[in-house]
């Protein structure tokens, strides 16, 4: 099993190198209580403890270590850390919901429909096929309205009279 991080610290604390390649859980704990045999006293009883519970070991040392200044400082370093992980993550939520769409293009009618669609507005406004205002048979009306824009498009001559020809004059306006 490998060690934490925060194991390798703490050992860099009381002198061991525990990040060298080959270094075992048990080498360690030999090497606790090694050093805790050159300890007083006081601290021997440590040692031992330190065999029976690595968690409370690591517990200990990194209590241990964070107390020092240089533990202080890793504490500080890793509070910035933090704070600044923090900052681009709410960087990176604000530019992924503050993205703008494309707005869609409007779809650009053709001349055809243009055309068809003053022919449309023409009759409308005719009593040809039906009151002013109404169209009474609106599939004739299209029809006649397609039918003209058509023949403009072919380039046939206006009719004489009718509404017809009142299409067809305002079409070839549109069809220039």
């Known amino acids: 099993m490998a060690f934490s991080k925060l194991e390798k610290a703490m050992a860099l604390v009381i002198g061991l190198d525990?990040?060298?390649p080959g270094f075992s859980r048990a080498a360690a704990k030999a090497a606790v209580a090694a050093v805790s045999r050159a300890t007083p006293p006081l601290a021997a009883g440590?040692?031992?403890?330190?065999?029976y519970s690595p968690v409370a070991t690591g517990a200990a040392l990194g209590l241990g270590a964070l107390a020092t200044p240089q533990g202080q400082q890793l504490l500080d370093v890793a509070a910035e850390r933090g704070r600044m992980d923090r900052i681009r993550f709410e960087q990176a939520i604000t530019d992924l919901t503050q993205?703008?769409?494309?707005?869609?293009?409007?779809?650009?009618?053709?001349?055809?429909?243009?055309?068809?669609?003053?022919?449309?507005?023409?009759i409308k406004a005719s009593t040809s096929y039906g009151k002013k205002g109404s169209v009474s048979n609106a599939k004739k009306a299209f029809s006649l309205a397609t039918k003209a824009a058509s023949a403009v498009t072919k380039g046939h001559k206006l009719p004489k009279s009718g509404i017809k020809r009142r299409i067809m004059s305002g079409m070839r306006k549109?069809?220039?």
């Open 99 to 122: 993205t703008t769409l494309p707005k869609a293009k409007a779809k650009t009618k053709s001349k055809f429909n243009k055309m068809v669609a003053s022919g449309m507005k023409t």
């Open 174 to 176: 549109i069809y220039k």
């Open 46 to 51: 440590v040692g031992t403890a330190a065999t």
């Open 18 to 20: 525990i990040a060298a």
